[in-house]
């Protein structure tokens, strides 16, 4: 028998369909295994004279890619992303943060949190897990900075320039045009990168959410230049 009459007898016996309907209820099962990153504390001081940085906006993420054949490629997902605001003591804290472990179907890869930290008048300053360069899920699921205190130094003009379009690819991974409208999470600190920002002829994150306001709009996520007109007022 040929192997076009074997595919002809296969699908003539229903055997595709049935063997497809089989698997369904098999891929339906697959659990979907949560992980944590546990609540975050952390201090926030001048580097020069080690007083507290009261008003500072935190961002804090973590992200994974999927696992390719090739080791290269694959897409991005954000797994987690959350902010917040340093109080008169410089202190910093985040809840905890549960999200999906395995947010891709067959290989997930993960990457090590991260943090960036924005205040007027100051440099930005962006903070990585470092025990491993590929972490697994356990080293991905800890913050290295937790309990620390953290110092930042104060920015000159030339800084801020060398520093904005690198602050930009951080925030800009906060976009969701994926559809998981992400921005919404994280508002003061795009708010915070956005007036940091020495160019304002040129786009950044915010300025590139506002360009596609009717884009977000149609995607589900509402209009961005509505979602952050609060967090623009003086």
């Not at 919404?184 to 596609?212: E, Y």
Request: overall charge positive.
């Amino acid at each position: 028998m040929t192997s076009g009459s074997i595919v002809k007898n296969v699908f003539a016996n229903g055997l595709f369909v049935v063997g497809s309907l089989t698997l369904l209820p098999l891929l339906a099962a697959v659990p979907v295994i949560a992980a944590t990153m546990p609540a975050v504390k952390m201090k926030v001081v001048d580097e020069h004279d080690g007083t507290p940085i009261p008003g500072l906006v935190a961002m804090f993420w973590g992200t994974a890619r999927e696992g390719t054949i090739t080791g290269h490629g694959g897409k991005h997902a954000i797994l987690f992303a959350v902010e917040a605001v340093s109080d008169e003591s410089g202190e910093l804290r985040f809840p905890k943060q549960d999200f999906s472990s395995q947010p891709f179907f067959l290989n997930t890869n993960y990457e090590n949190p991260s943090m960036l930290l924005l205040k007027p008048g100051y440099a930005p300053l962006v903070l990585h897990n470092q025990l491993r360069a590929v972490p697994t899920l356990a080293e991905a699921s800890r913050w290295e900075y937790e309990g620390k205190t953290v110092k930042m130094k104060k920015a000159t003009d030339d800084l801020m320039r060398q520093q904005a379009y690198l602050i930009t690819t951080y925030t800009d991974m906060m976009l969701g045009f994926d559809l998981g409208c992400t921005w919404k999470r994280v508002p003061r600190a795009l708010v915070a990168a956005d007036r940091m920002f020495p160019d304002p002829g040129k786009t950044n994150t915010l300025r590139t959410l506002f360009m596609n306001d009717a884009l977000f709009v149609r995607q589900g996520c509402g209009s961005p230049k509505a979602f952050f007109e609060p967090y623009l007022r003086p």
